[in-house]
């Protein structure tokens, strides 16, 4: 058979000439040859590798487009996963800044409730009058807010390395929220309070303090005072000669008299009064009972020596009445019942040469307290206070007293004119030395 090609100038152009061109550079054809007689578009196979050609190429744009197409997938994803990742890190950080705000306020809430257990035994200190033992010790599990699940525990110890000096205490306060049953937000702080001024003796007339004397602790004279002894205190006077250890204020002390009457202690006390009808008492011992007793003499009373008294000693048949106590023969002592003074006597205590007395607790004498000591030691101790509406007189240079102020011992519970009842200490304040955190 006779093969022909047309010319290239003569051959009519169809759709499958470019695919023609195509397939000859693919398979490396110069030129296809078909029988005589037959058209390019009726040779089979042509015609084939038209149609593989055409299938090849669309194969390649449709891979083309797939390839494009997952590659804007991608993309989309890095781009959410982006967000994604930048979304949780800011999610995370809200949850910690919230987390640390909520335990600032927290750790902020449980400071003030640690200064408010600091505050609870500051005034339980001052007013020991409705505590069972010698001063507040503290306790545990305390709340202000019984419906809350916030607590404080406090400790309290007082200082007594210096036995003149009963004023510190040290006091340990933990608060903490409760938690199932797990202590969170926890706060500890440590304080050391001082009770000033604290007044250990107080006259109402000129007074002069004479070499025997020692005060420890604050002394209160409502006129002029002049010191030859020893005051390891503040000094409040209108007037002031002598030496001191602490600071002379002459202002006005933000504290009473302590209003001791005989109506009121022989009524309102809750042990009741005992009579003593005896003008002198020797080698005698009287209390302690529970409640405590007042001992009531209703007219001069000498004590001789050997004298044990536990409660309190009232001497006074009335309140517009003024009898004398004088005291004899050594040691006597005179120790108060609880929130009661340990004496109180409507004129004058007299202490006779070679006499004692111990005293504790608060002494309250509406004259002149007089030691006389010409040839004999007279030896005068209180641990607690002496409150003397007139003076302190000396005769002599043998006598001795010693005033230590100690507040738990001489709180008192008082009633004003309408018969309420009144909390009196000799304490007119207290301070904070130090508040640390532990």
Not at 408 to 425: H, M, R
Request: proline content about 4%; aromatic content about 6%.
């Amino acid at each position: 058979m006779l093969y022909r090609e047309d010319p290239p100038s003569f051959r009519p152009k169809s759709p499958g000439d470019e695919a023609e061109k195509s397939v000859q550079k693919d398979y490396g054809v110069v030129s296809i040859l078909r029988p005589l007689g037959t058209t390019k578009d009726e040779s089979p196979t042509l015609q084939m590798m038209i149609k593989q050609r055409i299938q090849l190429r669309d194969t390649r744009y449709a891979i083309r487009n797939t390839n494009k197409k997952g590659a804007a997938l991608l993309v989309v994803l890095f781009v959410i996963m982006a967000i994604t990742i930048l979304s949780l890190g800011f999610l995370s950080r809200s949850d910690v800044e919230l987390a640390c705000g909520q335990n600032m306020i927290l750790r902020t809430q449980m400071d003030y409730l640690a200064e408010s257990g600091l505050e609870h035994a500051k005034g339980l200190i001052l007013n020991p009058q409705d505590i069972d033992s010698e001063y507040w010790i503290g306790a545990t599990h305390l709340q202000l807010d019984e419906d809350s699940s916030d607590f404080y525990n406090v400790n309290v110890v007082r200082d007594d390395s210096d036995p003149t000096d009963r004023c510190n205490y040290t006091i340990d306060c933990n608060a903490y929220r409760l938690k199932s049953s797990e202590e969170v937000g926890r706060s500890s702080l440590k304080a050391e309070l001082r009770l000033d001024p604290c007044i250990a003796l107080w006259t109402g007339a000129d007074t002069t303090l004479w070499s025997g004397v020692t005060i420890n602790g604050d002394v209160r004279c409502g006129s002029t005072l002049t010191n030859n002894g020893t005051i390891n205190g503040d000094v409040f006077a209108g007037s002031f000669t002598g030496s001191k250890t602490g600071q002379l204020n002459p202002q006005v002390l933000s504290l009473t008299w302590s209003s001791v009457t005989i109506s009121d202690f022989t009524s309102k006390p809750a042990g009741g009064t005992s009579t003593i009808g005896e003008p002198n008492l020797f080698n005698i011992i009287l209390g302690p009972y529970n409640p405590p007793t007042v001992f009531w003499r209703q007219d001069d009373l000498v004590l001789d020596g050997k004298v044990s008294i536990d409660g309190m000693l009232l001497v006074g048949i009335n309140d517009s009445t003024s009898n004398n106590l004088t005291v004899r023969g050594t040691n006597n002592v005179i120790i108060a019942g609880r929130n009661l003074p340990a004496l109180y006597v409507t004129k004058d205590l007299i202490i006779e040469e070679g006499a004692s007395l111990n005293i504790e607790g608060l002494a309250v004498i509406d004259g002149n307290v007089s030691i006389e000591a010409l040839e004999d030691n007279a030896n005068l101790i209180v641990l607690g206070g002496l409150f003397i509406r007139g003076t302190l007189l000396v005769s002599g240079t043998n006598a001795s007293v010693k005033i230590t102020a100690e507040p738990t011992k001489t709180a008192i519970i008082t009633w004003d004119e309408e018969g309420t009842q009144q909390n009196w200490g000799p304490a007119a304040g207290a301070f904070f030395r130090s508040i640390e955190r532990k």
